[in-house]
């Protein structure tokens, strides 16, 4: 009987994510500035047409988990791409316009111990563009090739975790008065700490003008211990990223009016590929019930699907006249019931 769960050969479980400080969503105390709530609101909007809004160009090399010495590991072959050119500046106007909506600054503004400012949670009905940007045909078909393997949004809550920096002189600031200098000092000083990613795959996009601004790499971390760099974005490029197996951490960039880059997650369309996905790293900055229904939902219909093809299997079985597979129906039954006690693990009560 071929196997019933899709995965290569798996070496050890995914690392846990660190979790911030910050326990319960909790709004920022500094404001974003009014000029990008001014600038957004001239933007006439439209409808997302792939015609219009993507210019993709390839990246120019996808790393595989074989050269960063993960092999076996992950869900997919590649690790992570170079930056490559997906939407073009008239897409990112729309994305700018949703996020720094009014309703979307009132209902969806988070902070964390990691990031200061964020916006999340926006969904179809504060940003529409947003939405059906990332769960059109020809983005997924795109994402899924560098990835390796057909990969669709995780859950809607995370289509579009939008982390924003402002060139000022606090805490959120993306600038220092000798830029280009601190940039090549400090270049191993991180804008977020090591970590890993509650979800199989994310993609990075760059919404911000990049003129003038130095750093911003990703720096991934080897098993030998050693890094790796992938160069910096500009606007309009992303990053497609299997940070859920991969350390990594993203240094600070200096220069430039602002960086705003948009981190939309996936995991693997094919309900028999292993899905590792943990609550750690978004529990603690989302709506609760909206993050655990839609975790529930789609873990629930895997199983579903799961189930549905056990069961066809079976009955394949009993036409062909083959005997009963003990161990193997046992081994399916211990890996749902492992996948069941999983989310046990991430649907809990939140205690001050």
């Not at 993709?56 to 869900?75: C, D, N, R, S, V």
């Not at 990223?241 to 951490?249: A, F, P, V």
């Not at 161990?327 to 069941?340: D, G, N």
Request: glycine fraction near 6%.
């Amino acid at each position: 009987m071929p196997s019933l769960i899709n995965v290569a050969p798996e070496v050890k479980r995914a690392p846990k994510p660190i979790a911030s400080k910050t326990k319960r969503a909790t709004r920022p105390s500094n404001p974003v500035p009014q000029f990008l709530i001014d600038e957004a609101a001239k933007t006439v909007r439209e409808p997302f047409n792939a015609e219009k809004h993507l210019n993709y160009q390839a990246p120019k090399h996808i790393y595989t988990m074989a050269e960063i010495g993960l092999e076996g590991q992950g869900i997919a072959p590649n690790a992570v791409c170079e930056p490559f050119q997906l939407f073009t500046p008239e897409a990112i106007e729309q994305m700018r316009a949703e996020i720094f909506s009014e309703e979307v600054m009132r209902e969806c503004q988070y902070t964390s111990g990691f990031i200061k400012n964020m916006v999340r949670g926006m969904g179809p009905d504060r940003a529409p563009f947003t939405y059906a940007a990332w769960k059109s045909p020809e983005v997924l078909a795109k994402v899924s090739a560098i990835a390796g393997t057909e990969l669709i949004p995780a859950i809607d809550f995370d289509i579009g975790n939008v982390n924003i920096s402002i060139n000022d002189t606090g805490e959120n600031s993306v600038e220092h008065p000798d830029a280009k200098d601190m940039a090549k000092k400090e270049a191993d000083t991180s804008a977020v700490a090591w970590h890993y990613d509650s979800y199989p795959f994310v993609v990075v996009t760059m919404l911000s003008n990049c003129e003038g601004m130095v750093g911003g790499e990703t720096a991934l971390r080897l098993p030998d211990g050693s890094s790796k760099m992938v160069r910096g974005p500009v606007q309009g490029t992303a990053v497609v990223m299997q940070g859920r197996y991969i350390e990594h951490q993203a240094l600070k960039a200096f220069g430039g009016r602002e960086r705003i880059a948009m981190v939309t997650s996936f995991r693997a369309k094919n309900p028999l590929t292993k899905d590792e996905t943990v609550l750690t790293g978004v529990r603690g900055i989302s709506d609760l019930s909206a993050l655990y229904h839609q975790y529930t939902e789609y873990r629930l219909e895997i199983l579903e699907e799961r189930i549905r093809h056990f069961q066809k299997q079976e009955r394949n079985r009993e036409i062909a006249k083959r005997p009963y597979n003990i161990p193997e129906a046992r081994r399916w039954i211990l890996e749902q019931k492992e996948f069941l006690e999983d989310m046990l693990k991430e649907i809990y009560e939140i205690k001050d």
